[in-house]
């Protein structure tokens, strides 16, 4: 015990107090003092006595870190329902104001944008990720000033009309992909990868000038890698090592990963740098694009190799984790409301139809659609602290000090679920925006900020640049997925709304369920009018030129597009051709419906138009195949050689005539074939012929008939006003009738008497030469031969008027063909069609008239297939009926397969054998002898008689004439002829004889 001497000399006793709890008394006042001075120190206040706004308390040195949860925002937000709209809060040794309320963030960051417009450089994301350079990351100084004009350059409104195009192109693919790996419908799918790279194709467009042709292209999971890296990574107050100092100069993991993903964004935007910039020292082309902007101003803008990669990178990071997110939490979110789906799909069926995509010109028609996505926005804003804003000076602001270098974070979170703006805030309710009608810019600018649809994009001189382009690509990609698909939860595996991070979001994004075939795009084309569809743009000469131009307008190969109420396609390329009228010729084997000709004229048994699945269609290619096949063709032979005699005089007599003579020829050929009728100057029956021709053609022609897509106005009585039409068609009929059917009698009036000449017709009447036909089989052969000078008269004139004229522009060429006869057959000899094969310049310019003057553009215009089944291809739905057209004259001038396709040039083909159609698309200049008879189960029966008669005619041509321009005449530009067939349009030539 110790003692207590007092005054008086008496003493009192008082406990020992052992040195321990001495020790720890100190340890513990000390502490005291500390925290309290700590606190009084963190409590700045102005020159007036101002202080900081209220907050939590933290601990010393931490602040209020530990008190975060993995969720911040649902941190911050419970913080503004204590502390009010402008709290504070200490995160290591960085004081934050959390801002929670619209008006205050407008004041604060547009109001005072000079002020608060800069960013703290954060140690992770600033300066070890970004080196300092990143847009989104700089201060506000000159700098970010340069940067920020470069990347408008790209952004902009005009920049992102440009990119329309693009923006349009990825969201079909999107739509294709997630049908393809859906399986029509047949498995759950998950959008998530493909969001991403829907994503990531428009910023490489837009940054590279560049796209994955796959989700398998390494490109995809390297970029998106690094976008998700860069998430994790940098979170405005998620890095602890951001806020104590004494961290960033100790080895640890996260700067381990910050300085990993600083090489990783160098080593591939850096290296796609490189790429563009040895092309363009290469003087290669390069698309337009940032890239290609910031290495040509770079001297300009002194911007080093760096600079330029990480604002790149900035630029992927930021356009790529934004869309692709809100895409993400569409697809979780649309399928747990199942009224709100059908009220978009009621809309997008009323405004846009089921014949197309919607676009962006239908956005302003689509207010439920435009209400969903701000929706969406609203709810899961992917960046709800965003990036964070600081003051460049000291502000008092409402009685609150913000000191200089204070960070200031927009809490979108407390914003957006404010009941007073948003009622039943955490309720996805779009109804709430339908009758908001800007887009996130025009809404960013509004005058009252408690009338902005959302703050995802953020606010003030720090508003994402990317908006515009953003705003229109998620337009896109959601109206797309919402036109083509229903989107159904797994009923065994529902979609949980309440689980969301960064991670989750890509499971909530794998439970959807897309279907049904009616729900994929039709193939892309030009927008038409409501009743005519696209009937104004068709003009009448050279349509397949239009359809060319409209396919490579659309960089798609398979266009459509609607005349009236039928929907046409239209196949630009062989591989599409091939793989639909070839491969699947049992769907693309039928012919649509002409009413005009088929009904009204009655024309429906014509051999040309008559349905695949009419059971005469296989009776009638039976009967021409066997009649016109190889080896039948050599039995005609020698009557092809007599008609060229004849031909040949004619020419001699009179050159001018040539194409009456040739017109004559191809007559005389095949009347002798079909009828055993030989053939007369100013011949009746050649005139009867053409005269049912040329009533083919009108009544065929595509477009100029309502009857044809309106079939219900063929009851109108004639008699009524403006049925002249029908009066037309049934004149037409009459006509028709009467004329198919002279050359038929005179047949078996010339077998009555048993003078007759054999032909097709009298062999197939008396089969084995006694047999007779019963009144069907007569009326096939009867259809069957009239079909034959229909389908072999024109063919072979417009084949050999297009021979001549091209004849007479290349001398060169023609000196070769006869060069080449003169040296198998001799000079002036015409040879025999058994030396046809040896031949092999001449069989080089006949592939070559036929490539470079296509006899049928359109594989006849009058007669496209039509499709029985709805079909499915590259993505793309093909409706039951659809009219289906091969764009021949796109074939044989494509580049790829043809090089310098407009040039005539019969070398090309001078070592090539005859190849099919399947075999031909695997070589590099095909032979278009493929394609220039037709496809499938349509391919002209007569090709090997057509063949034989063009070779044969051109050499005795070119064996006893010269064919040139007339003296002094300009070789002269070609336009080429329209109708059921085409040859390029006469011009004045000389055919003098050889001498």
Same mark, same amino acid.
């Given at each position: 015990?110790?003692?207590?001497?007092?005054?008086?000399?008496?003493?009192?006793?008082?406990?020992?107090?052992?040195?321990?709890?001495?020790?720890?008394?100190?340890?513990?006042?000390?502490?005291?003092?500390?925290?309290?001075?700590?606190?009084?120190?963190?409590?700045?206040?102005?020159?007036?006595?101002?202080?900081?706004?209220?907050?939590?308390?933290?601990?010393?040195?931490?602040?209020?870190?530990?008190?975060?949860?993995?969720?911040?925002?649902?941190?911050?937000?419970?913080?503004?329902?204590?502390?009010?709209?402008?709290?504070?809060?200490?995160?290591?040794?960085?004081?934050?104001?959390?801002?929670?309320?619209?008006?205050?963030?407008?004041?604060?960051?547009?109001?005072?944008?000079?002020?608060?417009?800069?960013?703290?450089?954060?140690?992770?994301?600033?300066?070890?990720?970004?080196?300092?350079?990143?847009?989104?990351?700089?201060?506000?100084?000159?700098?970010?000033?340069?940067?920020?004009?470069?990347?408008?350059?790209?952004?902009?409104?005009?920049?992102?009309?440009?990119?329309?195009?693009?923006?349009?192109?990825?969201?079909?693919?999107?739509?294709?992909?997630?049908?393809?790996?859906?399986?029509?419908?047949?498995?759950?799918?998950?959008?998530?990868?493909?969001?991403?790279?829907?994503?990531?194709?428009?910023?490489?467009?837009?940054?590279?000038?560049?796209?994955?042709?796959?989700?398998?292209?390494?490109?995809?999971?390297?970029?998106?890698?690094?976008?998700?890296?860069?998430?994790?990574?940098?979170?405005?107050?998620?890095?602890?090592?951001?806020?104590?100092?004494?961290?960033?100069?100790?080895?640890?993991?996260?700067?381990?990963?910050?300085?990993?993903?600083?090489?990783?964004?160098?080593?591939?935007?850096?290296?796609?740098?490189?790429?563009?910039?040895?092309?363009?020292?290469?003087?290669?082309?390069?698309?337009?694009?940032?890239?290609?902007?910031?290495?040509?101003?770079?001297?300009?803008?002194?911007?080093?190799?760096?600079?330029?990669?990480?604002?790149?990178?900035?630029?992927?990071?930021?356009?790529?984790?934004?869309?692709?997110?809100?895409?993400?939490?569409?697809?979780?979110?649309?399928?747990?409301?199942?009224?709100?789906?059908?009220?978009?799909?009621?809309?997008?069926?009323?405004?846009?139809?089921?014949?197309?995509?919607?676009?962006?010109?239908?956005?302003?028609?689509?207010?439920?659609?435009?209400?969903?996505?701000?929706?969406?926005?609203?709810?899961?804003?992917?960046?709800?602290?965003?990036?964070?804003?600081?003051?460049?000076?000291?502000?008092?602001?409402?009685?609150?000090?913000?000191?200089?270098?204070?960070?200031?974070?927009?809490?979108?979170?407390?914003?957006?679920?404010?009941?007073?703006?948003?009622?039943?805030?955490?309720?996805?309710?779009?109804?709430?925006?339908?009758?908001?009608?800007?887009?996130?810019?025009?809404?960013?600018?509004?005058?009252?900020?408690?009338?902005?649809?959302?703050?995802?994009?953020?606010?003030?001189?720090?508003?994402?640049?990317?908006?515009?382009?953003?705003?229109?690509?998620?337009?896109?990609?959601?109206?797309?997925?919402?036109?083509?698909?229903?989107?159904?939860?797994?009923?065994?595996?529902?979609?949980?709304?309440?689980?969301?991070?960064?991670?989750?979001?890509?499971?909530?994004?794998?439970?959807?369920?897309?279907?049904?075939?009616?729900?994929?795009?039709?193939?892309?084309?030009?927008?038409?009018?409501?009743?005519?569809?696209?009937?104004?743009?068709?003009?009448?000469?050279?349509?397949?030129?239009?359809?060319?131009?409209?396919?490579?307008?659309?960089?798609?190969?398979?266009?459509?597009?609607?005349?009236?109420?039928?929907?046409?396609?239209?196949?630009?390329?062989?591989?599409?051709?091939?793989?639909?009228?070839?491969?699947?010729?049992?769907?693309?084997?039928?012919?649509?419906?002409?009413?005009?000709?088929?009904?009204?004229?009655?024309?429906?048994?014509?051999?040309?138009?008559?349905?695949?699945?009419?059971?005469?269609?296989?009776?009638?290619?039976?009967?021409?195949?066997?009649?016109?096949?190889?080896?039948?063709?050599?039995?005609?032979?020698?009557?092809?050689?007599?008609?060229?005699?004849?031909?040949?005089?004619?020419?001699?007599?009179?050159?001018?005539?040539?194409?009456?003579?040739?017109?004559?020829?191809?007559?005389?050929?095949?009347?002798?074939?079909?009828?055993?009728?030989?053939?007369?100057?100013?011949?009746?029956?050649?005139?009867?012929?053409?005269?049912?021709?040329?009533?083919?053609?009108?009544?065929?022609?595509?477009?100029?008939?309502?009857?044809?897509?309106?079939?219900?106005?063929?009851?109108?009585?004639?008699?009524?006003?403006?049925?002249?039409?029908?009066?037309?068609?049934?004149?037409?009929?009459?006509?028709?009738?009467?004329?198919?059917?002279?050359?038929?009698?005179?047949?078996?009036?010339?077998?009555?008497?048993?003078?007759?000449?054999?032909?097709?017709?009298?062999?197939?009447?008396?089969?084995?030469?006694?047999?007779?036909?019963?009144?069907?089989?007569?009326?096939?052969?009867?259809?069957? #031969?009239? &079909?034959?000078?229909?389908?072999?008269?024109?063919?072979?004139?417009? !084949?050999?008027? /297009?021979? *001549?004229?091209? =004849? @007479?522009?290349?001398?060169?060429?023609?000196?070769?063909?006869?060069?080449?006869?003169?040296?198998?057959?001799?000079?002036?000899?015409?040879?025999?069609?058994?030396?046809?094969?040896?031949?092999?310049?001449?069989?080089?310019?006949?592939?070559?008239?036929?490539?470079?003057?296509?006899?049928?553009?359109?594989?006849?215009?009058?007669?496209?297939?039509?499709?029985?089944?709805?079909?499915?291809?590259?993505?793309?739905?093909?409706?039951?009926?659809?009219?289906?057209?091969?764009?021949?004259?796109?074939?044989?001038?494509?580049?790829?397969?043809?090089?310098?396709?407009?040039?005539?040039?019969?070398?090309?083909?001078?070592?090539?054998?005859?190849?099919?159609?399947?075999?031909?698309?695997?070589?590099?200049?095909?032979?278009?002898?493929?394609? #220039?008879? &037709?496809?499938?189960?349509?391919?002209?029966?007569?090709?090997?008689? !057509?063949?034989? /008669?063009? *070779?044969?005619? =051109? @050499?005795?041509?070119?064996?006893?004439?010269?064919?040139?321009?007339?003296?002094?005449?300009?070789?002269?530009?070609?336009?080429?002829?329209?109708?059921?067939?085409?040859?390029?349009?006469?011009?004045?030539?000389?055919?003098?004889?050889?001498?």
């Amino acid at each position: 015990m110790a003692s207590l001497l007092l005054v008086d000399g008496n003493h009192w006793n008082l406990p020992t107090i052992s040195q321990g709890i001495v020790f720890l008394a100190s340890i513990i006042s000390a502490t005291v003092y500390i925290f309290a001075k700590a606190l009084l120190s963190r409590r700045p206040v102005d020159k007036n006595g101002n202080v900081i706004p209220d907050g939590p308390i933290g601990l010393p040195i931490l602040g209020s870190f530990p008190f975060l949860t993995h969720y911040p925002e649902l941190t911050l937000d419970y913080w503004a329902k204590k502390f009010g709209p402008l709290y504070s809060v200490w995160l290591g040794n960085q004081l934050f104001v959390i801002v929670s309320d619209p008006q205050v963030v407008k004041d604060l960051m547009v109001t005072n944008g000079a002020i608060f417009s800069s960013r703290k450089e954060m140690f992770l994301k600033s300066q070890t990720i970004f080196a300092g350079r990143g847009i989104t990351a700089t201060p506000y100084n000159d700098r970010w000033r340069k940067h920020r004009r470069i990347a408008a350059g790209s952004l902009s409104s005009r920049a992102v009309d440009e990119y329309n195009h693009v923006l349009d192109y990825e969201a079909t693919v999107l739509v294709q992909e997630l049908y393809k790996y859906g399986k029509a419908g047949a498995a759950p799918v998950n959008p998530q990868p493909h969001a991403g790279r829907c994503s990531l194709n428009n910023m490489l467009t837009i940054v590279f000038g560049i796209r994955t042709d796959t989700l398998e292209h390494p490109l995809v999971g390297r970029a998106l890698m690094l976008s998700r890296e860069f998430m994790n990574t940098t979170g405005p107050v998620s890095n602890l090592i951001d806020f104590v100092p004494f961290l960033q100069r100790l080895p640890n993991y996260m700067t381990t990963r910050g300085k990993k993903l600083h090489a990783g964004l160098i080593e591939t935007y850096g290296g796609l740098l490189n790429d563009i910039e040895a092309k363009l020292n290469r003087d290669e082309a390069v698309p337009d694009c940032l890239a290609k902007t910031m290495i040509l101003t770079k001297e300009e803008e002194q911007l080093d190799h760096v600079d330029m990669a990480i604002l790149a990178s900035a630029f992927m990071i930021g356009g790529v984790e934004t869309t692709a997110s809100i895409m993400q939490w569409f697809s979780a979110l649309i399928p747990a409301y199942p009224d709100i789906q059908a009220k978009a799909h009621a809309e997008l069926d009323r405004v846009v139809g089921r014949d197309r995509l919607p676009t962006v010109e239908d956005e302003k028609d689509l207010p439920y659609i435009h209400a969903i996505i701000k929706e969406v926005e609203r709810c899961h804003n992917p960046f709800w602290l965003g990036t964070p804003h600081v003051n460049t000076e000291d502000v008092t602001y409402r009685g609150h000090f913000i000191p200089k270098d204070t960070v200031i974070v927009m809490n979108t979170y407390t914003m957006h679920h404010n009941p007073q703006r948003y009622p039943d805030p955490h309720t996805f309710d779009p109804e709430r925006y339908v009758n908001d009608h800007t887009t996130a810019a025009e809404s960013a600018n509004l005058a009252d900020p408690y009338q902005r649809d959302h703050w995802m994009f953020g606010v003030g001189r720090r508003i994402c640049p990317g908006i515009i382009v953003a705003d229109r690509e998620v337009y896109l990609a959601i109206s797309r997925m919402l036109w083509a698909f229903n989107m159904e939860e797994i009923p065994s595996e529902p979609i949980d709304l309440k689980e969301y991070d960064e991670g989750l979001i890509v499971a909530l994004g794998a439970y959807l369920f897309f279907r049904t075939l009616g729900g994929l795009p039709l193939p892309p084309g030009p927008r038409g009018y409501f009743f005519l569809g696209v009937k104004h743009l068709l003009r009448t000469s050279e349509r397949w030129k239009l359809y060319h131009a409209w396919a490579q307008e659309l960089e798609s190969s398979i266009i459509s597009f609607r005349v009236y109420n039928r929907q046409i396609i239209v196949l630009n390329d062989v591989t599409a051709v091939h793989d639909l009228l070839e491969k699947r010729a049992n769907l693309y084997s039928d012919r649509p419906q002409s009413w005009m000709y088929h009904e009204v004229c009655d024309r429906k048994k014509s051999i040309f138009n008559i349905s695949s699945l009419d059971p005469r269609h296989k009776q009638y290619r039976r009967l021409l195949k066997t009649s016109l096949n190889v080896r039948a063709t050599q039995g005609l032979w020698p009557l092809i050689q007599a008609e060229l005699d004849t031909l040949l005089d004619g020419f001699s007599d009179s050159p001018r005539k040539y194409e009456k003579h040739i017109r004559r020829n191809a007559a005389a050929v095949i009347m002798k074939i079909t009828y055993g009728y030989t053939v007369t100057s100013d011949d009746p029956f050649i005139e009867v012929a053409e005269e049912a021709s040329k009533i083919s053609g009108l009544a065929t022609a595509p477009g100029r008939w309502l009857v044809d897509y309106y079939p219900i106005i063929r009851f109108i009585p004639s008699f009524f006003p403006g049925t002249g039409w029908k009066r037309q068609g049934e004149a037409w009929r009459q006509r028709l009738d009467a004329l198919s059917g002279v050359p038929h009698a005179w047949v078996k009036e010339q077998m009555a008497t048993g003078d007759f000449t054999e032909s097709f017709t009298s062999r197939h009447l008396r089969p084995n030469g006694t047999g007779t036909v019963g009144t069907e089989e007569e009326d096939i052969i009867k259809w069957c #031969a009239g &079909g034959l000078y229909a389908g072999a008269g024109d063919t072979t004139v417009s !084949a050999l008027l /297009s021979f *001549l004229m091209l =004849m @007479a522009v290349h001398p060169t060429v023609q000196l070769k063909v006869q060069d080449e006869l003169a040296s198998v057959v001799g000079n002036d000899h015409i040879p025999h069609p058994s030396d046809l094969n040896k031949l092999t310049y001449l069989n080089a310019v006949m592939k070559e008239v036929l490539r470079f003057a296509p006899v049928a553009n359109l594989v006849k215009p009058a007669l496209p297939h039509k499709v029985t089944e709805e079909d499915e291809y590259k993505g793309y739905r093909i409706p039951k009926g659809a009219t289906v057209i091969a764009n021949v004259w796109a074939i044989m001038h494509d580049p790829q397969m043809y090089p310098n396709p407009f040039q005539f040039n019969p070398e090309r083909f001078t070592s090539l054998e005859l190849k099919d159609i399947s075999t031909a698309l695997t070589r590099a200049q095909p032979d278009p002898m493929a394609y #220039a008879f &037709g496809f499938g189960r349509r391919t002209c029966p007569g090709s090997h008689l !057509a063949e034989t /008669s063009m *070779l044969l005619t =051109m @050499a005795g041509i070119l064996a006893k004439f010269n064919v040139s321009l007339p003296g002094g005449q300009p070789v002269p530009e070609f336009e080429f002829t329209s109708g059921i067939t085409s040859h390029i349009k006469l011009f004045d030539i000389d055919i003098t004889p050889r001498v």
